[in-house]
């Protein structure tokens, strides 16, 4: 029985792939079909190769991709699954997936990839270096979820002047594709964008549409011999099924943790109206005892309130 391919969207599977010194080649031609340079990138020095075993293991590392390009790049690519908590979803289906609690609280990826791009950006000087040393940084997310409020599944951002939109340097460039808003592909046409065939290699790598591609290009076909050579390595699979428990690890703390923290706040909004409750019904019976005439002593007596407090909220609410 024919043994069925490991998925490419798992970073484990996506690392040994893209990030491979063996196959440069793979990852060159996926950085030239997302950048789309006016001088092609011909060369990559591929950063952080190893992956320790230690590293699958941890639900909460980051097996990402960091390579130097032959243009002076500093590139980070990182691939983010879709989070499978449909009865958080169901709880509010009234939200956008972008903007649920839990995906917002762990998957904030404008703000993620601002923080690893500054930190890969500052880590290039030394003491002492100047800033002209530093190189155009870019970080690129593959979201296996639709995360921005456009249907556009390949998005580039850069620095611009807000009203003429003249950029300002694209020594910074923030990227997201996000593979469910790839339209379908078929298998008859000739697929010319090759983002879109990579993509599609990440999203079915199985499809016909894979097959027909793996004849005509060489880095597809490439990435394919390398996946399956992955799948068919009982030392690799071992180490795929570890880490993709791990990533279902993580998914369950996270949710467990954002449903004790909504029972929390629950239990929480619940105790606190009823202190304002206490509160208002104490206020009603000083106005209601003053109105009838009676002192602050002879309120302060009959509600067990003291008489500081009594004129307190007499001040407060009586003009």
């Known amino acids: 029985m024919q043994r069925r391919l490991l998925n490419p969207k798992i970073d484990f599977v996506f690392k040994k792939i893209f990030g491979s010194e063996e196959n440069p080649k793979i990852l ?19 950063k952080n190769t ?41 709880d509010i289906p009234s939200l956008p997936f972008q903007e649920h609690p839990l995906l917002k609280n762990e998957y904030n990826m404008i703000q993620r990839s601002l923080y690893y791009w500054s930190k890969l950006y500052e880590e290039q000087l030394g003491d002492g270096d100047r800033y002209d040393k530093l190189c155009r940084t870019v ?51 000739e697929v010319v964008d090759m983002l879109e065939a990579w993509v599609e290699f990440l999203r079915d790598p199985e499809s016909e549409v894979v097959r027909k591609l793996e004849m005509s290009n060489s880095e597809i076909r490439e990435a394919k011999d390398k996946l399956y050579k992955l799948s068919m390595d009982e030392k690799e699979r071992e180490l795929y099924f570890l880490r993709e428990k791990s990533i279902k690890d993580e998914i369950s703390a996270l949710a467990n943790a954002e449903e ?23 206020i009603e019976t000083v106005l209601r005892l003053k109105s009838l005439g009676l002192n602050i002593e002879q309120i302060a007596k009959g509600t067990c309130i003291t008489e500081t407090e009594v004129e307190k909220i007499i001040k407060e609410n009586i003009n």
């Open 260 to 282: 004790k923290g909504i029972q929390i706040g629950i239990e929480q909004g619940i105790q606190q109206g009823i202190q304002q409750g206490i509160q208002r019904e104490k």
């Open 28 to 46: 060159i031609g996926f950085l030239n079909a997302v950048l789309k340079p006016i001088i092609p990138i011909v060369e990559v020095e591929i």
């Open 139 to 189: 970080c690129i997310n593959i979201l296996d979820f639709k995360y921005l409020k456009n249907d556009r599944f390949h998005n580039g951002y850069r620095l611009k002047e807000i009203e003429t939109n003249e950029e300002l340097t694209d020594i910074e460039e923030i990227h997201f594709i996000e593979i469910p808003k790839l339209k379908k592909l078929n298998s008859e046409e």
């Open 50 to 90: 190893d992956i320790e075993k230690v590293h699958v293991e941890d639900k909460f590392s980051r097996l990402d991709v960091k390579a130097k390009t032959s243009n002076q790049e500093i590139i980070n690519i990182e691939i983010q699954l879709k989070i499978p908590f449909s009865h958080l979803v169901n």
